[in-house]
């Protein structure tokens, strides 16, 4: 390797941000308040809609003696409730009373040009950009969402090399769909 590869590297591996935040009980009740308040208004709306269509179907089913289809509808529609309600509630539950939110976990995120790491004393993660479904922030974090339900939390006022301000600007020409809130 010569004396440019290695510069290369050390360019591409230059930390940008870095930022130390603890996920405690508190802090995971904020998330779940900005999630609700975002999604909740959407996702029943959804429900709603679905629920009907599934009744409406059941119902004229039995109103000309399709028992054999209705009860396959009555089944699909066991089946939304469970994956729409009784799941999610039950994985919520799960991840609240988990021990990383019991005990106060912190997690280092590290930002270089290309990718982010995010770690702890067991866990080592590295995420490319585009693989972000969404940003949103708060007056005191920010929320890097990885699909529709889960996030990574990051505390404002926790950066160790950077600051929230120019960590903004650099998110944002990552080609992400950040919404401000």
């Known amino acids: 390797m010569c004396f440019y590869d290695i510069l290369y590297l050390v360019i591409i591996?230059?930390?940008?941000?870095?930022?130390?935040?603890?996920?405690?009980?508190?802090?995971?009740?904020?998330?779940?308040?900005?999630?609700?308040?975002?999604?909740?208004?959407?996702?029943?709306?959804?429900?709603?809609?679905?629920?009907?269509?599934?009744?409406?179907?059941?119902?004229?089913?039995?109103?000309?003696?399709?028992?054999?289809?209705?009860?396959?509808f009555c089944i699909i529609f066991v089946v939304f409730i469970f994956c729409r309600?009784?799941?999610?509630?039950?994985?919520?539950?799960?991840?609240?009373?988990?021990?990383?939110?019991?005990?106060?976990?912190?997690?280092?995120?590290?930002?270089?040009?290309?990718?982010?790491?995010?770690?702890?004393?067991?866990?080592?993660?590295?995420?490319?950009?585009y693989k972000l479904h969404r940003i949103f922030y708060t007056e005191k974090y920010y929320y890097l969402y990885i699909d529709k339900t889960h996030a990574f939390l990051i505390d404002k006022s926790k950066f160790i090399k950077g600051d929230y301000k120019d960590f903004y600007k650099f998110i944002k020409t990552k080609n992400l769909k950040l919404l401000i809130f």
């Open 85 to 129: 309600f009784l799941k999610p509630a039950s994985d919520v539950n799960k991840e609240y009373n988990s021990e990383e939110i019991k005990n106060s976990t912190t997690y280092t995120f590290t930002f270089y040009d290309k990718y982010f790491t995010i770690s702890d004393n067991k866990l080592y993660n590295k995420v490319k950009y």
């Open 13 to 72: 591996l230059e930390v940008l941000y870095k930022n130390r935040t603890s996920y405690s009980k508190e802090v995971y009740d904020k998330f779940l308040e900005f999630h609700r308040n975002k999604y909740s208004f959407r996702y029943k709306l959804y429900n709603i809609i679905i629920i009907a269509i599934i009744l409406a179907c059941i119902i004229y089913l039995v109103s000309y003696n399709l028992f054999s289809t209705a009860i396959i």
